[in-house]
């Protein structure tokens, strides 16, 4: 597949991300799209998915390869993808994450910022932070610090 062809069908699959079409999300990863293949600001499609909460598209994105630990870049969307869900309270990507492999203690910034749980406790979002004290997660911050 040639580069211009990659970054169409990347653009695609963003679009498909934020309309939360998932059947179209597939159809782009079964053509080859990359899972890992940040948009022009560094954005990673996984990182898109989980802050927007759609769990069924971060697990075809995981499924076909997408790292769960990865950090995206892009203005307004630096951070861990488990950290974005977690920051929103969505609990159902959060249980996708963790089903994948990603680590509920990495904290964003390269292991200088919030950790997930530092992130649902600050929302709050209890059902998440509990989700992710059961996977193992340690608070690194108080909620009422920054």
Known sequence: M?????KKL???????IWMGDTARAKT??????DPERRDSEGTTPLYEACVNGKAGIARLLLAAGAFP????GGPGSEGTPLCAAACWGHTETVRELLAHGADPNLREDHGTGWSPLDWANNGPHPETADLLTTAGATPTREPWRS
């Not at 040639?2 to 990659?6: A, G, M």
């Open 69 to 72: 630990d990865a950090e995206s």
């Open 10 to 16: 990347s653009r695609h699959l963003f679009e498909a």
């Open 2 to 6: 040639n580069q211009r062809r990659r």
């Open 28 to 33: 782009l990863l079964r053509a080859g799209v």
